[in-house]
């Protein structure tokens, strides 16, 4: 999904040539957006559907749009969709995200050591779902608006806590969706001297927070005092 002038084109058609380096078969690429130029033809881009949230000066949206994927008639999509944020880098085999066991599958958020009690929020970079299967997670967030926004502090948020009170929610296998920041960066102080790198079982590698892609492969952190080194992997699997 892309909206805005955040993420160019080149994030799909990077995220497209990656998806078809780790996924065998035959697969149907789409990419909700509001503007499909210089997209590569091989993706199939459609209208993010309207979500009619009207945000406050200065609110941020929380990815609120992610909600439009639950559509009960995504434009006629059928099948088993596999949700990709835009900016991740892929570097394993993706055929298990499609076969794992689950009805809804989510990353398991990453811990803080400042939160206590039963982890239930996932991370929305990579889910799974079927097309049309959760359209009451839309319903209601379009009948309770006000009400989610003030209980949820984003969209992953609102999601995961609906889900799991239904019992669909369940997390891809530790390991799979690993965090750059939190686990590709060497401890300090040996960040100085060693090049992150991803783990040995990952498979799409996530970017949240202050470090994105190109960040990465720069040798870059936007925030004082946390040092990187070039993570010149990123350049190997971040390609068309």
Not at 42 to 71: M, S, Y
Not at 133 to 138: E, F, P, R, S, W
Request: proline share 8%.
């Amino acid at each position: 999904m892309k909206w805005g002038t955040k993420y160019g084109p080149e994030y799909v058609n990077r995220l497209y040539g990656m998806v078809r380096r780790h996924l065998s078969g035959d697969f149907n690429f789409v990419c909700l957006t509001d503007d499909a130029t210089g997209i590569r033809p091989e993706v199939q881009c459609l209208p993010i559907p309207p979500l009619n949230l009207h945000l406050k000066p200065g609110q941020r949206d929380g990815a609120w749009k992610k909600l439009t994927t639950f559509e009960a008639d995504l434009h006629g999509l059928t099948g088993t969709a596999l949700f990709v944020d835009l900016d991740v880098v892929i570097v394993g085999p993706l055929d298990d995200f499609f076969t794992q066991p689950g009805e809804f599958l989510i990353i398991h958020e990453y811990p803080r050591f400042w939160r206590f009690g039963e982890r239930i929020v996932g991370n929305s970079s990579v889910y799974r779902f079927e097309l049309g299967a959760h359209a009451d997670v839309l319903a209601y967030f379009r009948g309770h608006m006000d009400e989610v926004q003030k209980q949820y502090r984003n969209e992953q948020e609102f999601l995961s806590h609906f889900l799991h009170r239904q019992g669909k929610l369940a997390y891809w296998p530790t390991g799979w969706c690993p965090s750059f920041k939190y686990h590709c960066i060497p401890p300090w102080p040996t960040n100085y001297g060693r090049e992150p790198v991803p783990p040995a079982d990952a498979r799409i590698v996530i970017f949240h927070g202050e470090v994105n892609p190109h960040d990465a492969l720069a040798g870059r952190r936007n925030k004082r005092w946390r040092h990187i080194q070039p993570a010149r992997w990123v350049g190997d699997a971040w390609k068309e």
